[in-house]
């Protein structure tokens, strides 16, 4: 096993023959053959455990991996943590809980102490079990393949290897382990595949999990298919522009199963309510449902796509002179006196100086905001005007307007007021140039 292992990581992991490796070890017989082939190869490696204190065993588990690393001589480090409690604070399942600690102390770690990658055990019947309840669940071809050998900084060299192949190994070798009495527990879904299920099928064929592994290699092949020609839809009907993303419905009903293509388009921002999706590329105007992350909602032949994290209210911005405000240094604008010129886009303004009446602030728009639009007679409501120009719901929320004591001067990036044009006999002018 330790030249089919080493054959292995040449082909298909050669970056870990020189890199500095952190080894995730339970204890368990799993990663206890993962830590010892890894040895046998002389890689440089040291080693993490987590304590989650859901066991009795918990501190006997931490003992055996610490004076194991003390016996072959290398760097350890150890994590308590209090599962329970962080997986009641955070209304999370236990699985869960551990997970985002664990991961989260690699994280720490591997930035520390300037780590190349970290390996997990993760086997051949690890990726079977995931697969058939990632089938359960109805996942698509992406949740199919199952578990990556590769994952940003994580490795799983493992993956080949059986269960049978890892316990033969172990006991040739007379490699001792901890056992977790909680897997031999039908109390999680993983387990009742593994007990009840996986021998059944490993029964009706002696070659089961061979002939997995070549249908899981023709999946990740599809499956990378898939993502090229995702991805050449994508540039065709996916637009991004500021704190927005535009999926443009009239282009993408062009492609045949519009509806699947959506749901791929979709899948990087945790959107689950599939049926809600579907409904929405036909709802009216306004329409909107919510991922964790992000917001979706309908305009007219456009679905937009927003980061909840970014719609954070807008704290208003007061300038008390001319001078004050030229002087200025913040991200939004930036503002000159100097001659009148045409402005050259709509980011840009030029603006009466002789009309101001300071301070002049930066707001938010307000439900009852009126202004006079440049080259308009009378009054227009500020909701009224962003409606003629089908401006969507979210982005008139995030409208800002620059106000002085008497009128609304500008609607940033729309329109000037009426009031504060210039001038034919004016040499200077107030010019705002928006940054974002």
Same mark, same amino acid.
């Given at each position: 096993? /330790? ?16 890199? *500095? ?208 020609? /995702? ?55 306004? *329409? ?107 982005? *008139? ?40």
């Amino acid at each position: 096993m /330790v030249q089919k292992f080493k054959t292995h990581l040449n082909k298909n992991f050669p970056e870990l023959n020189s890199a *500095k490796l952190l080894i995730a070890v339970s204890g368990g017989i799993d990663s206890m053959v993962l830590v010892e082939l890894c040895h046998e190869l002389g890689l440089n490696y040291s080693i993490a455990h987590c304590n989650f204190n859901l066991r009795k065993a918990s501190v006997q588990d931490q003992d055996f991996v610490v004076n194991y690393a003390i016996k072959r001589q290398v760097d350890y480090y150890v994590r308590q943590f209090e599962t329970h409690k962080y997986a009641k604070q955070h209304n999370l399942s236990t699985q869960v809980a551990a997970r985002n600690l664990r991961y989260h102390w690699f994280d720490e770690l591997i930035n520390t102490h300037q780590f190349d990658y970290l390996l997990t055990a993760h086997h051949l019947n690890d990726n079977l079990e995931t697969f058939l309840i990632n089938l359960s669940r109805g996942s698509g071809i992406k949740g199919l393949t199952a578990i990556p050998d590769k994952n940003s900084y994580i490795r799983r060299p493992l993956l080949i290897f059986s269960k049978v192949e890892l316990l033969s190994f172990a006991k040739q070798n007379k490699i001792t382990w901890r056992e977790d009495e909680s897997n031999a527990s039908n109390a999680y879904l993983r387990n009742q595949i593994r007990h009840q299920i996986v021998p059944e099928l490993e029964q009706l064929s002696p070659h089961f999990l061979d002939a997995f592994m070549g249908s899981l290699q023709h999946l990740k092949t599809a499956s990378i298919l898939l993502s090229d020609y /995702v991805q050449l839809i994508k540039n065709e009907v996916f637009k991004t522009q500021s704190d927005v993303s535009i999926i443009y419905l009239n282009r993408l009903k062009k492609y045949p199963n519009y509806l699947e293509l959506l749901f791929y388009l979709l899948s990087d921002f945790n959107f689950t309510a599939w049926d809600d999706i579907k409904h929405l590329v036909n709802a009216e105007t306004g *329409k909107k449902i919510s991922s964790k992350s992000h917001l979706l909602v309908k305009n007219r032949d456009e679905l937009r796509l927003y980061n909840r994290k970014i719609k954070d209210e807008f704290i208003p911005l007061q300038f008390n002179s001319l001078e004050e405000l030229v002087k200025a240094s913040q991200p939004y604008f930036k503002a000159t006196v100097e001659g009148f010129k045409m402005p050259k886009s709509a980011n840009q303004v030029c603006i009466n100086i002789n009309q101001l009446k300071f301070p002049l602030i930066l707001r938010s728009i307000n439900t009852n905001d009126t202004f006079t639009p440049f080259g308009m007679k009378g009054k227009k409501k500020v909701l009224h005007f962003l409606r003629d120009l089908k401006v969507p719901t979210l982005e *008139k929320q995030k409208q800002l307007v620059f106000e002085d004591q008497n009128h609304i001067v500008w609607l940033v990036k729309k329109r000037l007021d009426h009031h504060f044009k210039v001038t034919e006999n004016q040499n200077k002018c107030l010019k705002i140039t928006w940054l974002n």
